[in-house]
């Protein structure tokens, strides 16, 4: 048999092996997270988990409800401010913006990728935490979800930015033209032609912005209060929910973990598996959303 | 020619950054009259063609001098956009939008501020019928528009162009994608247009030309490569006997 022949039967064993490789390990450590977290699941019950709002490990009392609640509401601040930031930068990017002006946009963007998210936790502590104390609130003391939103808002744009980008630079450019040649304007393309045909892309770039959020650790510690309290509005306004202090899922687990034993470090490692499912559930629905528009 | 004009250019030059693709072109273009642009390929005949929808401004470095003008008015004193909406284009390969058969008809006029659902639906149907395609496809009209055939495409693309109210249809080799069924289906649609607009037309084939045009105008490269206009006049004349050496040569096949 020619050489040819066996290095790409080779060539498909090695990519087959690697591939094989990532789905194990993440089989493995979903495996081992369950498998942390079995007892919890088995003592406390998946109602009290999930539905419980007192988190009290001293008094054995698991209830994960308000970090989902945390988790969420954070999540959800992040994305009202930084999807349309985020957008509006990827249509500069792809769209408006000549190439001298993208030449130093698009490295800034980048950059915002690369600071390590302790940094995005100090300037939060330092910058943005006695800037939103100074709301006049009564029990508003700058640490909690609306900080922890705008830093993670400024997290999650680059990666949003960036996917998107490309999506829309993925359009082929046919469609640009057969817009314009209808004497729309640029605009009117981008709203009605191009960004509809970069749908799926956005899409993957919101999901991959909210896994990135739901994930997120350090920053999070560090402006959203971390105390265990439901998020509630602090005055007669709904919108000082946003006010409240919060807990987040992650942030659960990395506080309390180095002292935990026993049945608390179980229901912490059932804290890890609920947070992987909720970062399942919103990759799904996404993907459920794109097929229904789509098809 | 006694014919009324209805696009006039003016020792027109284009450059796409240094290289010169168009030489000192002067031309003008009868109104209700279908004019076939033919010769080789890379003599400019899409840069000509873009040219009278200002299209070639998109592209960065491209440079312009002489005068074109549609009913006596230089449209490059026009607004782009406005200018586009009298001067539509149906280019060589389908584009439909990925979108619904009805909302790529209706993207035009809805663009354009009309939202009122019945006149959407009237100019919806009067252009899909105008391109010969309402028969096919008035039955699901919120199809997608990729899956149709290449030629139904094409003629979708076509109505598309049409619900604007276009005054001019620009073409740029329509069916060359196109087996020879959709091919004549498109010729005849065009013959059926050109009571209502004014109709440029590039093409590489020769017999469509001849078949389908009333003027021709043909191009050829010089040394440089800089596209120019070698002879113009209606196409039974220009067809029959070429008043140039190298047009005579080009439509004989003996070249290009
Ligand atoms: N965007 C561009 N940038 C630079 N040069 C270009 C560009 N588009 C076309 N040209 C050049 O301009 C000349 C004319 O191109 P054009 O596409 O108008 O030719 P054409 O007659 O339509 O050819 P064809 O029959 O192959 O479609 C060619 O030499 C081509 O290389
Ligand atoms: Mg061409």
């Not at chain 1, 509006?88 to 030449?103: S, T, W």
């Not at chain 2, 354009?112 to 008035?138: F, N, P, Q, T």
């Amino acid at each position: 048999m020619p050489v040819r022949y066996i290095v790409d039967r080779v060539a498909k064993y090695v990519l087959l092996f690697s591939a094989l490789l990532s789905i194990l390990i993440v089989f493995l450590i979903g495996l081992f997270t369950l498998r942390e977290g079995e007892p919890a699941f088995r003592q406390i019950g998946l109602e009290h988990l999930l539905g419980g709002t007192v988190w009290r490990p001293e008094q054995d009392s698991f209830g994960l409800l308000a970090m989902i609640i945390g988790s969420v509401l954070v999540t959800f601040g992040a994305l009202a401010l930084g999807l349309p930031l985020a957008l509006g930068c990827a249509i500069l990017l792809a769209e408006v913006a000549p190439d001298n002006v993208r030449a130093v946009i698009r490295p800034a963007v980048e950059l915002l990728a690369g600071i390590p998210s302790v940094i995005y936790g100090l300037f939060g502590m330092v910058v943005l935490v006695p800037l939103i104390r100074g709301i006049d609130v009564p029990g508003n003391t700058g640490f909690g979800l609306l900080s922890a939103s705008v830093v993670l808002a400024v997290m999650i744009l680059p990666t949003i930015t960036n996917i998107a980008e490309d999506a829309i630079r993925a359009v082929p450019r046919e469609y640009k033209e057969g817009a314009l040649a209808l004497g729309v304007t640029h605009w009117q393309a981008i709203v009605g032609v191009i960004l509809p045909a970069a749908r799926s892309g956005i899409v993957a770039a919101v999901i991959l912005g909210v896994g990135r959020a739901l994930g997120e650790t350090m920053a999070m510690i560090m402006v959203i209060g971390n105390s265990v309290v439901f998020p509630h509005p602090l005055t007669a306004n709904p919108l000082t929910i946003f006010l409240s202090q919060a807990r987040t899922l992650t942030g659960n687990i990395a506080v309390e973990i180095n002292y935990a034993t026993g049945l608390h470090e179980s229901a912490l490692f059932a804290t890890g598996v609920v947070l992987f499912v909720l970062v399942m559930l919103v990759n799904s629905s996404a993907r459920l959303l794109m097929r229904a528009r789509t098809g | 020619m006694q014919l009324p004009v209805k696009l006039e250019v003016r020792n027109y030059h284009l450059f796409y950054g240094n290289f010169r693709a168009l030489k000192d072109v002067t031309i003008c273009i009868p109104r209700n009259q279908i004019t076939a642009i033919i010769g080789p390929s890379g003599c400019g005949k899409s840069t000509f063609l873009r040219t009278f929808n200002r299209m070639n401004e998109l592209i960065p470095g491209v440079r312009v001098q002489g005068q074109v003008l549609m009913d006596g008015q230089d449209i490059f004193a026009m607004d782009p956009v406005e200018l586009r909406q009298r001067v539509g284009m149906v280019f060589q390969r389908p584009n439909p939008f990925p979108k619904s058969i009805y909302d790529n008809v209706a993207y035009g006029p809805r663009a354009h501020g009309i939202r009122d659902r019945r006149r959407l639906d009237e100019i919806v149907e009067r252009s899909l019928r105008d391109a010969a395609l309402w028969d096919e496809v008035k039955d699901d009209l919120n199809k997608s528009a990729l899956a149709l055939s290449g030629g139904q495409q094409q003629r979708l693309c076509i109505a598309r162009a049409l619900a604007v109210q276009p005054e001019v249809i620009l073409m740029d080799e329509p069916a060359s994608a196109l087996d020879p069924i959709a091919t004549l289906r498109i010729e005849e649609l065009i013959q059926t247009l050109k009571q209502r607009y004014t109709i440029v037309i590039v093409t590489h084939n020769m017999q469509q030309a001849a078949r389908a045009s009333d003027f021709t105008a043909f191009f050829m490269m010089d040394e440089q490569r800089a596209g120019l206009l070698v002879e113009y006049g209606p196409t039974r004349d220009l067809f029959t006997r070429p008043s140039d050496k190298r047009t005579e040569d080009y439509i004989t096949g003996r070249f290009g």
